[in-house]
């Protein structure tokens, strides 16, 4: 009963609670993001460490997290869900683990909400950072990138769990008793990774979920369930500055008394913009997962390249595809070879299979993020006009090991320019005329000069032999 | 007060010692390290803040999480070379087992020394085996990356369980709880242990050197 509990109390619990969501997502987010999180010990406390324990706030994932509450805190009935999912290149999509965030009606009257609630749910923080690391997804998440992304998705209310399949696991993370409920936290993962094709997952348009994406330049803020949450700066300190908790009224606890229960004395600091910094995408090939916890494999699905979101691509990751090993789709191979060239897979195939490919979607103003990528784009471009006889294709010359970077002068077309050996003076049309003429006109007074020196010539002939 | 114990067991190639011990043991101190305390007056102290790492294994498909301190990461390796050095060398099946075990220590009175008495240990049992070719040593790696995320689970279990925990002490009684040597965390007061089993099945006890901080010896 809140009754029970003092008024300094119940504020301070909801705090710790609100702050507990916000932090709790922000650990599973960025554990699926794809890459090593670190971040710094400070003997000193710095006051905007929520836990004592050093959590980066991605703020988009802040924003959405308190979008999903909207106001109000995990409580009995309310519990709040982070789940995350797979979305492959070609729009399939599965639901991977859901993370609950609930409370139930166990009550513990007798506990110390400043102290002893506060330091069990930094455990609980603690253990969810090694608990995410432990679950089927992380894996997957750290070979995200070409094939496939990680979104997550952010709710409040009731737990869904059908999308997860049949015989889906669960781990329970840890419990927290308080005055007024005990706060459960808890992942149910996905085990049955079953075939992957468009027959099995409905494809419902667009996924609803947050791209834990790398390259997108800024959110998406045009479509209603599609947002990334990347974050970007230039030269993050590692040993500076956390982010800060947006609402500069909320400090975090960090002073304890060793006597009876006084005042706690919160201390203020001033709260850091956000220094921000650019993840790389990973690329690797999505052939198959070697977890035992999955039941089956996923079928291979072919190397496509994740171009660059551009801020004006709004929702949609366009993929430009190119032919990879053990690439497994056959009707793509097929059209390409139908192309009586030789070498012909090697042939950019934008030009006419793009029309009749639904994976790749033309891009309103692409922005790519390497020069290899605007070469591919190139090639697109230059031939989307259609020329009029397409017995041969042009073919952008790279050579091998080389880079196709911005300097004027590199090695294809220095290759290019020196491939051949210059053409002689003397063969030249304009020239030869003339020198011909003149060859012609000294004709004779050479003769008669070697006639004279024949002597010499057979001379030097008798050396020779 | 009963000493809590918590056993683990893990079946690990030669090479994969070392990474599976350290996992285990950093899982543990994870949960079991502070910010530094900043004691005030008035008796209220504040606390600072644990930052963490994510450490891939290079020989098994696992992740896990430290605590950032390279001085307690520099520790805990020492301690885990000479386990599995120990373990190398004794000729044996390769079995042995480490303990990390956390005690708070009591001032006794003169001549009498100060006594350690332990609140929880964790016993990580191993066996070493031996694989013949790539393929099974491949197939190690994902089941034993498996294994450590299910001993990882079970940790977790047992820290939520929200057992006896030392109360938090006082700035004269810190040292007696806490192991105050390193300086950006604060671990409960530990000590690493191993002992090999050799062929015949009996302990041979290796004591190792002692990892605390004994703040009476300055």
């Not at chain 1, 609630?117 to 997957?140: C, E, H, M, Q």
């Not at chain 1, 191979?333 to 033309?362: C, G, I, K, W």
């Amino acid at each position: 009963m809140d009754s029970d509990l003092s008024p300094q109390d119940k504020k301070d619990l909801d705090k710790f609670i609100k702050f507990f969501a916000l932090k709790t997502v922000q650990v599973i987010v960025q554990a699926r993001l794809g890459e090593k999180i670190n971040t710094c010990s400070s003997s000193s406390p710095t006051g905007s460490d929520w836990f004592n324990l050093a959590i980066k706030d991605i703020p988009e994932v802040t924003h959405e997290a308190k979008k999903a509450l909207a106001g109000q805190l995990p409580g009995i009935g309310r519990s709040m869900c982070v789940e995350i999912s797979l979305k492959t290149s070609e729009g399939d999509s599965m639901e991977l683990e859901t993370w609950c965030l609930e409370m139930n009606e166990k009550c513990d009257k007798d506990i110390k909400v400043s102290y002893t609630v506060y330091n069990r749910l930094s455990l609980l923080l603690k253990s969810l950072l090694a608990i995410t690391r432990v679950t089927p997804a992380y894996k997957l998440s750290r070979k995200q990138g070409h094939d496939y992304v990680i979104l997550y998705r952010i709710y409040f209310g009731d737990v869904q769990l059908t999308g997860l399949g049949e015989g889906f696991q669960t781990v329970r993370v840890g419990i927290v008793g308080t005055p007024i409920g005990t706060i459960t936290l808890s992942c149910a993962y996905r085990t049955n990774l079953a075939l992957m094709s468009s027959r099995q997952f409905e494809r419902t348009g667009p996924i609803m979920g947050i791209i834990i994406d790398h390259y997108v330049e800024r959110p998406f803020t045009n479509m209603a369930h599609m947002h990334p949450c990347s974050y970007r700066a230039p030269g993050e300190d590692e040993g500076g500055t956390y982010a800060g908790i947006e609402d500069s009224q909320e400090v975090c606890t960090t002073s304890f008394s060793t006597s009876p229960p006084s005042q706690v004395m919160p201390s203020l600091s001033p709260f850091h913009l956000v220094t921000v910094r650019r993840f790389r995408l990973f690329n690797a090939d999505f052939s198959f997962v070697s977890s035992a916890k999955f039941d089956s494999m996923f079928v291979c699905v072919c190397g496509s390249e994740v171009k660059t979101v551009s801020p004006s691509d709004a929702l949609e990751t366009t993929f430009t595809r190119k032919v990879g090993a053990f690439v497994n789709k056959a009707t793509t191979q097929v059209t390409t070879t139908s192309l009586d060239l030789p070498f012909a897979a090697f042939a950019p195939r934008a030009y006419d299979l793009q029309e009749n490919d639904p994976m790749v979607h033309p891009p309103p103003s692409p922005a790519p993020s390497s020069p290899l990528q605007g070469s591919l784009h190139s090639n697109t471009s230059s031939h989307s006009g259609g020329q009029p006889q397409d017995d041969f294709v042009m073919v952008d010359f790279k050579p091998a090991f080389s880079k196709d970077d911005l300097l004027p002068m590199d090695l294809g077309t220095f290759y290019k320019e020196f491939q051949n050996p210059p053409q002689l003076a003397s063969l030249s049309i304009d020239v030869s005329v003339q020198s011909m003429a003149e060859d012609l006109d000294s004709l004779p007074e050479k003769l008669a000069i070697y006639e004279k020196n024949i002597d010499e010539f057979d001379a030097f002939v008798d050396t020779l032999q | 007060m009963n000493c809590r114990s918590e056993v683990l067991e893990v079946s690990v190639e030669g090479r994969q010692v070392e990474e599976a011990m350290l996992a285990v043991l950093h899982t543990i101190l994870l949960h079991r390290s502070t910010g530094k305390f900043h004691y005030k007056k008035e008796g209220t102290y504040s606390i600072g803040t644990v930052g963490t790492q994510d450490v891939d294994c290079d020989f098994i498909d696992f992740t896990f999480v430290r605590v950032s301190s390279d001085e307690l990461d520099r520790v805990i390796r020492k301690a885990v070379a000479e386990f599995k050095d120990a373990l190398g060398n004794s000729g044996s099946d390769g079995m042995g087992q480490i303990s990390l075990e956390f005690y708070q220590k009591k001032k006794s009175r003169w001549p009498f020394s100060d006594e350690c008495i332990p609140w929880e240990v964790w016993s990580i049992k191993v066996n070493v085996v031996n694989l013949a070719n790539e393929q099974e040593r491949q197939i190690c790696r994902e089941k034993v990356g498996e294994k450590l995320g299910e001993k990882v689970i079970n940790i977790v279990e047992v820290i939520n369980r929200h057992d006896y925990l030392p109360k938090m002490p006082t700035q004269s009684e810190v040292d007696n709880v806490f192991d105050t040597s390193l300086k950006d965390v604060q671990p409960y007061l530990y000590k690493i242990t191993y002992q090999i089993t050799d062929s015949l099945g009996t302990s041979v006890s290796t004591t190792m050197r002692r990892l605390i901080k004994d703040t009476l010896a300055l």
